[in-house]
């Protein structure tokens, strides 16, 4: 067994930032560190676990198995450790160098990210921030091991350990591109059945939210394209007489002017709620509060588009 005495709690840091960052130079660039000395770090890090730890393929810093096993619980327990720290005092976005992860769906992102980043280039200079997806049913455990910080998804089925706060809701409606033939002027339920709709999911199959609804009054819509971005239905809308069901507060996001119409839906479908979630381990992490306390203040704002209502 490892004497934990005899090792630099750099070194460490040092492996974690390597793996990360996924090359020497850019370790040494992320610590502040010249290459030497993260070479020199990396030779007593061999020392210490009687392994290679990386091998060079090509220009490629590949991580060996023993490295691979311990990226995880070395991400965790290094988390763990600047979470003992920083529980000590307050955490300032403005002096304390940070990153956080955070996991998000490509619609939410393009909803958060753009006011998160004005608001971190005002108030929080030394925070940086990386959005990435992560699968649904690996989430519990990225959140466990400090893969992620944090993750907005809809309502899911985790475990308590897992903390949940809703950070609200948006309604459905409908987009069309202005002169389409088949809505003269109001989209009732009958004119909207009788549409060529576009559907967004990330499966090849099943139904959406509006499916479910419809399904419950005996009714049925004709999906003739399904693809995963709202940005390729908004466009193909645009461009076609395909219309869209989506969430409200993505429409100002996409509109690049006035050629499509935003009707209400004619049969009331409920909100599609967003969840902020992180683990419980963090839960009192100064930093980590920082963060949600953020996104709270981005997610919360309301969508500045308006939908004409139909009956």
Not at 37 to 44: D, E, G, P, V, Y
Not at 262 to 267: A, D, E, R, S
Request: glycine letters at 8%.
């Amino acid at each position: 067994m490892i004497n934990l005495s005899r090792i630099d709690l750099n070194l460490l840091v040092v492996l974690e930032t390597i793996l990360a960052e996924g090359g020497v130079g850019r370790a040494a660039a992320k610590l502040n560190l010249t290459q030497p000395t993260i070479s020199h770090a990396l030779a007593r890090l061999r020392d210490v676990f009687g392994d290679p730890l990386f091998v060079r393929r090509g220009r490629t810093l590949v991580p060996t198995p023993l490295t691979r096993s311990l990226a995880d619980p070395l991400r965790s327990a290094l988390n763990a450790m600047s979470s003992v720290v920083a529980s000590g005092g307050r955490f300032d976005p403005r002096e304390m160098p940070v990153h956080f992860t955070l996991a998000m769906r490509e619609p939410m992102e393009q909803v958060v990210l753009p006011a998160l980043a004005r608001r971190l280039a005002t108030s929080a200079p030394q925070v940086e921030l990386r959005s990435t997806q992560v699968r649904r049913r690996t989430l519990e455990a990225a959140l466990a091991d400090g893969t992620i910080d944090a993750a907005i998804d809809v309502p899911l089925p985790l475990s308590d350990r897992v903390r949940r706060q809703n950070v609200g809701g948006g309604g459905f409606v409908v987009v069309v591109r202005r002169g389409h033939p088949g809505l003269p002027g109001r989209l009732t339920l009958a004119s909207y059945l009788g549409l060529q709709h576009v559907m967004v999911t990330s499966r090849r199959q099943g139904p959406a939210p509006e499916d479910l609804t419809l399904g419950q009054l005996g009714k049925h819509r004709r999906v003739r394209l399904r693809c995963r971005s709202y940005a390729a239905a908004f466009r193909i809308v645009e461009q076609t007489d395909f219309v869209l069901t989506m969430p409200r507060r993505y429409v100002a996001l996409l509109s690049t002017g006035r050629s499509v119409h935003v009707f209400g839906m004619p049969v009331d479908v409920p909100p599609l709620d967003v969840c902020l979630y992180w683990h419980e381990a963090m839960d009192a992490d100064p930093g980590n509060r920082w963060l949600r306390a953020e996104l709270i203040q981005v997610i919360g704002k309301k969508p500045p588009h308006a939908a004409r209502r139909s009956r």
